[in-house]
């Protein structure tokens, strides 16, 4: 999914398991992401974005310092991943005050 919205020029910029629907019940269903409210189409790879976006548990840490790339999209994937993998997010803490 997201070689093809990358490489159609949109970031998603918000990916987090809400984000991503069973399509039925059935064994081999189909997965669909949703949520596109946040996303945005970039003029190519390395073209920057500069507003944060997203959600505290899955934003890369070039969104938070407001200098980033459609990679940000990778780093929340990896988040999802590792806590697919192990049954709890990869970073947690009491407060999001760098988000603030």
């Not at 840490?61 to 407001?66: N, T």
């Not at 940000?72 to 994937?77: G, R, T």
Request: hydrophobic share 40%.
């Amino acid at each position: 999914m997201l070689n093809y919205i990358h490489s159609n020029n949109i970031v998603h910029r918000d990916l987090k398991p809400e984000n991503f629907l069973i399509h039925d019940k059935e064994e081999y269903s189909d997965i669909k992401a949703i949520d596109f409210g946040l996303a945005r189409i970039v003029s190519g790879r390395d073209s920057r974005m500069h507003t944060r976006a997203g959600t505290p548990y899955y934003i890369a840490p070039e969104v938070a310092k407001y200098d980033y790339t459609l990679l940000c999209d990778m780093w929340s994937a990896g988040v999802m991943l590792y806590a697919f993998l192990v049954g709890y997010p990869p970073f947690y803490g009491e407060k999001d005050e760098i988000f603030a």
